[in-house]
Nanobody, 121 residues
Framework: QVQLVESGGGLVQPGGSLRLSCAAS????????MAWYRQAPGKQRELVAA????????NYADSVRGRFTISRDNAKNTVYLQMNSLKPEDTAVYYC??????????????WGQGTQVTVSS
């Protein structure tokens, strides 16, 4: 198992921005497709964005496409989620995980503690 530690969440007003980070342990981070998921209260966890091992290909949920950007720095074993134009419906706990592929909803690792994002005025 890889240890994943998410950070960067917080309270932001609608229209604001946040940048989430996910730091991974181990020396083989660069071979994995990584993904961000989120879970809102009373809802199932959903795939938000994924990025392949090189960072050259990405996939986004329709609800965030054009507002969120996933990126990674393999030298720092870190994946990021830049979130712009935030909406109240983006409120959720955000998690990162290792994915089987860009379009998979089958994460491979155990879940970290996540980071809370609250969008509210």
């Amino acid at each position: 198992q890889v240890q994943l530690v998410e950070s960067g969440g917080g309270l932001v007003q609608p229209g604001g921005s946040l940048r989430l980070s996910c730091a991974a342990s181990g020396s083989i981070f660069s071979i994995f497709t990584m993904a961000w998921y989120r879970q809102a209260p009373g809802k199932q966890r959903e795939l938000v964005a994924a990025i392949n091992s090189s960072g050259g290909s990405t996939n986004y949920a329709d609800s965030v496409r054009g507002r969120f950007t996933i990126s990674r720095d393999n030298a720092k074993n870190t994946v990021y989620l830049q979130m712009n134009s935030l909406k109240p419906e983006d409120t959720a706990v955000y998690y990162c995980n290792i994915n089987r592929g860009l379009y998979s909803r089958d994460p491979l690792n155990s879940w970290g503690q996540g980071t809370q994002v609250t969008v509210s005025s």
